[in-house]
């Protein structure tokens, strides 16, 4: 296989995004248990714990990937933006991809649960509920982004949970999770806005209403608003500083700004620049809580 159409199989960049937001929170863990060996940021087990974080993680999110192409490969034919992919195309067979993927989850799957039991369960359920209960969803109904959001947070849960010596879900790893949670929304629907014509072709319904109106942009803007006091949550629960909270509510009132624009105006330009300001936004409000966490 041509590793071009490995990186379209695994939707690399996606992956990538994906173990990046993994690798925030995992450190950020091991700054909350500053003080034992195995948490200190100079640790040599640490960092091994953070390879197999990295190496397990991409596995796990490539083989959910895989899965979920080799459920919708006929469907993928239909959309320009997928047809290229190796199924689709003819280049792999669905069978290939099936063994593929399964080899990639159990791989990884184990490599995460060598770092305690939590993780690997964690990574098991978001595998299923990506490839087997948001994937058929998104043709039936827009709660399909509802069911969607969680294994899109799961990232940031799985990677502080990591982080520990014992796996714990604290509040800290559920802020964590609330802000990718409630980010999900506004970034699949503008993507979702973008790509409609597309998503069409396939039958797919993400967007609130199942297409470009006003009651959409509305529910897109609502959740920007909603993001914004969810992302102000490090600083309201003493687990990060003044400059987390400056920059999240920067980044919050910029959002909210493009949410509102394409609540205006209803077009795909409005759309495309909050889509390209939801990649921005995560990132930077993950990092400045990073830099700036002073835990309890």
């Known amino acids: 296989m041509k590793w071009s159409d490995f ?6 960049r996606l992956t990538m995004l994906v173990v990046f937001s993994a690798s925030i929170s995992f450190i950020i863990a091991v700054k909350a248990n500053g003080g034992n060996t195995w948490g200190s ?6 960092w091994i714990n953070w390879l197999k974080l990295v190496f397990g993680g991409l596995l796990v999110t490539s083989a959910a990937n895989c899965f979920n192409e080799v459920i919708e490969v006929k469907l993928d034919k ?38 305690n039991i939590l993780t690997g369960l964690l990574s098991v359920f978001s595998i299923l509920l990506y490839a ?27 990677g502080y949970v990591a982080g520990q010596p014992h796996g714990r879900i604290d509040e800290i790893a559920l802020i964590l999770f609330a802000i990718q949670f409630v980010w999900q929304f506004p970034h699949f629907w503008a993507i979702a806005w973008v790509l409609d014509d597309d998503y069409k072709l396939a039958g797919f319904r993400l967007l609130p209403t199942g297409k470009r109106d ?19 949550l490090p600083y309201l629960n003493h687990n990060g500083g003044i400059y987390v909270a400056i920059v999240s509510l920067l980044m919050s009132l910029l959002f909210i700004y493009q949410a509102f624009n394409l609540m205006r105006n209803l077009d795909v330009t409005s759309a ?25």
């Open 7 to 12: 990186s379209k199989l695994i939707k690399l």
């Open 41 to 46: 940021l100079y640790s040599t087990t640490m």
């Open 78 to 115: 239909l959309m320009k933006r997928t047809m290229d992919r190796p199924m689709p195309a003819g280049r792999m067979t669905t069978g290939q991809g099936l063994v593929l993927g399964m080899g990639m989850g159990i791989a990884g799957t184990y490599i995460l649960g060598t770092l």
């Open 132 to 158: 087997f209960a948001y994937t058929p969803l998104k043709r039936k109904s827009g709660i399909a982004v509802f069911v969607g959001a969680i294994p899109g947070a799961f990232p940031a849960l799985i």
């Open 214 to 232: 006003r009651a959409s942009a509305i529910f897109t803007f609502a959740t920007t608003v909603m993001l914004l006091p969810v992302s102000l």
């Open 272 to 296: 495309r620049k909050l889509m390209f300001g939801s990649f921005y936004y995560l990132p930077v409000v993950q990092l400045m809580f990073l830099f700036d966490f002073i835990g309890k």
